[in-house]
């Protein structure tokens, strides 16, 4: 009996339906029968061919989706359902659009499991790179609303609006960096390649360097000789506080201590409300029960502290204490958030107060940015002066010594 290879096909159904699917047979022409037997007008059918595995699949850690592509393809989607384009043949759109092999291998195997019948959010289910849970949540709740383009047109704004704060505060960072960078590049040239020189006319002279010089000179020394044995501290202290931060207890220490931080720890405070007055407005408007979504707002906040006192909410919710009271006893939210949430309540006006909180703290979140700027750059000018001085003078303080052991 010939071995049974696969073959993957195009074809529509007798009642219409268009499939995108494989089947194993012991040739072409017996995949071809098996089709036309079962009703089938095919389409397209061609042997299913090992592949060699592709980047994204070797390493899925550095060939991610960007959010942005998701975003973009989360807009086109919803424009495709608005005017009534078949979900497929929207899908297959979006697949020849794609750039990101990743994005390309999901949406090939979610038009195979539409080909099957599957829904929509039980097709993005299978790509949680891609598709978080709130986005395959929002789908479901979309999908027997009947409000899919609606929904996926909210999706893309709330991406867009949780996108552009992680900018901002990236955009913040930028500039310690680039400072911090440069200054450790110059004293590194300045004991690496300057000092030695010194060191060896000091040596000629029998001269004695100046205790600046000796201690820049001693470190430098040091780090020299033990290269390998610092570099390799330096590699596993990194290693041990990744694997540290990935356990709970290691995330509870970091989640509870980066809030307390000064000025940084109060735009992240602000930065997690508003992404949970977001997330919460975004799937109100989608009609979802508040009992149901909870725990998805939940998970959004991405704190461990927020998520273990949001979860005594959920419970005094359900047991019919409304939403307000519940969040005002975690201590979390300023009394503004917890005042506009009990008149949305009051008023039906939920979602819309909800959405007006969030960008109240979008803004409060680029005030404190900037302030933040403004207090580091006078520190940081000040810091780098003072190793750049230090370095400075351990560089000219032998030019003055040597000149008197010249003379």
């Known amino acids: 009996m010939p071995a049974l290879q696969k073959f993957a096909y195009r074809a529509y159904s007798a009642d219409g339906v268009r ?19 079962e009703g089938f007008r095919i389409v397209d059918i061609r042997p299913r061919r090992l592949r060699l595995p592709s980047l994204h699949q070797l390493f899925p850690s550095f060939m ?11 807009r086109q989607l919803a424009t495709f359902v608005k005017v009534g384009v078949p979900m497929l043949e929207a899908f297959a759109v979006l ?19 539409l080909g099957q019948g599957r829904p929509l959010s039980a097709a993005m289910n299978q790509h949680p790179r891609i ?15 009947g409000e899919l383009d609606e929904v996926l047109s909210q999706i893309a704004s709330y991406m867009t609006r949780e996108d552009s704060a992680v900018r901002r505060i990236r955009s913040a960072l930028i500039y310690p960096v680039i400072v911090l960078s440069l200054s450790v590049v110059v004293v590194g040239v300045l004991v690496a390649v300057v000092l030695p020189a010194f060191v060896h006319l000091f040596g000629e002279f029998g001269a004695q360097l100046p205790l600046p010089t000796r201690v820049l000179l001693a470190v430098g020394t040091f780090f020299e000789q033990h290269r390998f044995e610092v570099l390799g501290a330096m590699a596993a202290a990194l290693v041990a506080c990744v694997i540290f931060f990935r356990t709970p207890a290691g995330r509870r220490t970091k989640d509870r201590y980066i809030v307390a931080l000064p000025y940084l720890g109060r735009i992240v405070h602000y930065s997690i409300i508003e992404r949970f007055l977001r997330t919460f407005a975004t799937m109100t408007r989608a009609g979802i029960p508040v009992t149901q979504m909870f725990d998805t707002v939940i998970q959004a906040t991405g704190n461990l502290i927020f998520q273990e006192r949001l979860r005594t909410v959920r419970e005094l919710m359900i047991a019919g204490q409304g939403f307000s009271e519940p969040l005002r006893q975690t201590g979390l939210f300023p009394n503004l958030v917890i005042q506009m949430i009990r ?14 909180a969030a960008q109240y703290f979008a803004t409060e979140i680029d005030y404190r940015t900037k302030a933040m700027i403004a207090v580091m750059e006078p ?12 370095v400075a003078i351990s560089v000219i303080a032998p030019m003055y010594g040597l000149i ?3 003379k």
């Open 64 to 74: 991610r989706v960007r959010k942005s592509q998701v975003i973009l393809l989360t």
């Open 131 to 145: 598709f978080n849970r709130l986005y395959v949540d929002m789908v479901r709740a979309a999908e027997v609303s």
């Open 404 to 406: 008197r052991a010249i």
């Open 19 to 37: 499939t995108v699917r494989t089947l194993q047979a012991a040739s072409l022409d017996d995949a071809k029968r098996v089709l036309w037997n």
């Open 379 to 390: 520190g940081l000018v000040i810091f780098v002066g003072l190793v750049v001085g230090f």
């Open 95 to 113: 697949h020849e659009q794609a750039t990101s092999g990743e994005l390309r291998a999901a949406l090939r195997d979610m038009m195979m499991d």
């Open 343 to 356: 008149v949305g309540e009051e008023t039906g006006t939920l979602d819309n107060n909800l959405e007006e």
